[in-house]
């Protein structure tokens, strides 16, 4: 009974979601209509932009229904995208080397972490917060200056365009097809695989039990420190993925870079119907979280007169008025019972 | 049952106050003359003074963050970006909106004033989302931690307001012939005007009781709510004093790095002093200790030539290896392992510190 009304409650919030941006959305294509908003491939770009993004969203979303958080996924981006581009550039490591260590970076981060978390009973913030300062110092103690990407076959994965059978026509009526990145493909693949894991695997469930309710997920056989560092190893590839496919994106590294990421994948989760308390959340729902964060960013963008300061403000603006909206969804639940 | 207290006491402090020492054993090992201190036109110079100068913005901050610590057993970590925005708003009004001025267009009393009301509120804010809505104190500090300098930005709008007035930079500086610095004398002023608030009413009891246990304060007639909510207000008020003493320092309004990473500090000062993260009873001259520990390790590492980008990383380290020491499972682990032991204490902080390094 209970379970069905916290679901009932994230339903709400997603319903929300979805309606928000497609609201959205269309209030970008008719304002800008004439900056091609309504265009498919301004739609195909939101995914383009955010695919790094929407990865690293899908392990925090796993972290925070296990009640947990991760901040430190930002860092770990800026540190995978300078590593990468380190190795690449200055000590000739081939693009496949690049993919082994930005994988292991976030594999190390994870476990690292989750250890700390799951087996020290260390509050997951802290151990984030120092995870995030670790990584921002790793990354200027590998340099401090930028450094751009050259490498063939990065550069080859990172430019091949995938064309799709839409598109629109060019003003003397020639086809432009519209057309997406592999990292596209790459950041869709993980979201139907988390959906399936968090869906139908024991590990999955085990993760919404941990979040409900440690001492009945613990009673009813459950090993909780296993799964909690499980979904924290998880959450650090996802972060380590991520970041290498927002290095595809931006071919660089620098140490500014992915500065406050972490806000916006927990946003992204928060705004997508994951209930900060744990428990409750949709990998789903994360994705309509992306979406209406890149749709906020390229309505600015678009905009042109607004610094690029207000994403943020709105963004957070717009955590703000979710978080309390799940919190007023919990206690008024609280009060019916 | 009065001596027990009193070498409970001793005890809590024993432990911050050894890790100063030995930081300040190592500064003496890499930087001969440490402690000396010259006079050099009428001003007090040295490596010493300079830590405890620098370090009075951590000392007011850490002061906010025990109090929010022990009350809601989380931490605020948008004292930063509120160091940001008070700055913001103090040097937007003294210049009515120049980037650059030589003298103030408006009073500077209510710059000040308005400075630390806007602290304040975004104090309550924060205090309204974890006191009344119940949300975890870092999610909910998150927002302005995010937002935070974006809003200073915003007032500022998107320069660095400076304020070429030599009055402004007494907070930050000297106060008339005064051999010791401003800042000094304003952290110990805020420390001393807490600790009467917290001694001579029964808030500090209030704090520490709704700390461990919230719903019981709740039952016994606390309005634990409202104590949360205070203490993230006093919180906002301190980070903006720290604002304005950053601000003063170099008289403009940087919004992208007036407290930059401070937060991260005054948590690492917070548990230095022996105050256990999750909440409950605190020790405020602790926090202080941690403050100048933390400073004196800063000025270690940058005279080891270490760069400002890379701080964090040490730091980070550290932090680790504080809450390793301070969880209870770790604890209980050691415990089992070697039975209670005089030599206890060592033992850990060794096997800590080698599993800071693996992080």
Partial sequence: ?337 | MKKKLKRLTEMNLFMPVICLLAVLLINVITTPGFFRITMNQGVLYGYIIDVINRASELVVLAVGMTLVTAASGGQDISVGAVMAVSAAICCQILSGGEASVTSYQNSMILAVIAALAGAALCGAFNGFLVAKLNIQPMVATLILFTAGRGIAQLITKGQITYVRVDSYKTLGGYLGKSPVPTPIFAAALVLLVVWLILHKTSLGLYIESVGVNSTASHLVGLNSTMIKFLTYVICGLLAGVAGLIASSRIYSADANNIGLNLEMDAILAVALGGNVLGGGKFSLMGSVIGAYTIQSLTTTLYAMNVSADQLPVYKAIVVIVIVTLQSPVFRKKMKTLRGKGGGMRKSKERAAVKGGNQV
């Fill in chain 1, 1 to 337: 009974m209970k379970k069905r009304k916290s679901l009932n409650a994230s339903t709400y919030i997603l319903i929300i979601t979805i309606l928000l941006f497609f609201v959205m959305y269309a209030a970008g294509m008719i304002a800008f209509k004439d900056k091609g908003f309504a265009k498919p491939q301004m739609f195909l770009n939101l995914f383009i932009s955010n695919a790094g993004l929407l990865v690293i969203a899908m392990g925090e979303t796993i972290v925070m229904i296990t009640g947990g958080i991760d901040i430190s996924v930002g860092s770990v981006t800026a540190l995978v995208c300078m590593t990468a581009a380190n190795q690449m550039q200055n000590h000739g490591a081939s693009a496949w080397m690049a993919v082994v260590i930005s994988l292991a970076i976030g594999l190390a981060f994870g476990l690292v972490q989750g250890y700390l978390v799951a087996y020290l009973d260390i509050q997951p913030f802290i151990v984030t917060l120092a995870g995030m300062f670790f990584g921002r110092g790793m990354t200027s103690v590998i340099s401090t200056d930028m450094i751009s990407i050259k490498n063939e076959q990065f550069l080859s994965w990172a430019n091949h365009k995938i064309y799709l059978p839409i598109g629109t026509y060019s003003k003397r009526g020639k086809f432009l097809p519209a057309y997406i990145y592999p990292t596209v493909v790459i950041a869709l693949i993980v979201l139907v695989l988390i959906i399936l894991i968090m869906k139908y695997t024991k590990f999955g469930r085990s993760v919404y039990a941990i979040g409900g309710n440690v001492s009945s997920a613990m009673m009813m056989g459950l090993n909780v420190r296993k799964t909690k560092l499980k979904a924290y190893v998880l959450d650090g590839f996802l972060a380590g993925l991520g970041g290498f496919l927002f290095a595809l994106n931006s071919c660089s590294g620098f140490v500014e870079q992915a500065k406050g990421f972490e806000m916006d994948a927990i946003s992204s989760s928060v705004i997508g119907g994951t209930l900060l308390s744990g428990g409750v959340g949709l990998p789903f729902g994360t994705l309509f979280g992306v979406l209406i964060k890149g749709t906020i960013s390229s309505l600015i963008t678009t905009q042109g007169t607004l610094s690029s300061w207000w994403v943020r403000i709105t963004l957070s603006a717009l955590l703000c008025f979710f978080i309390v909206l799940q919190a007023i969804l919990i206690s008024m639940k609280k009060k019916k019972k």
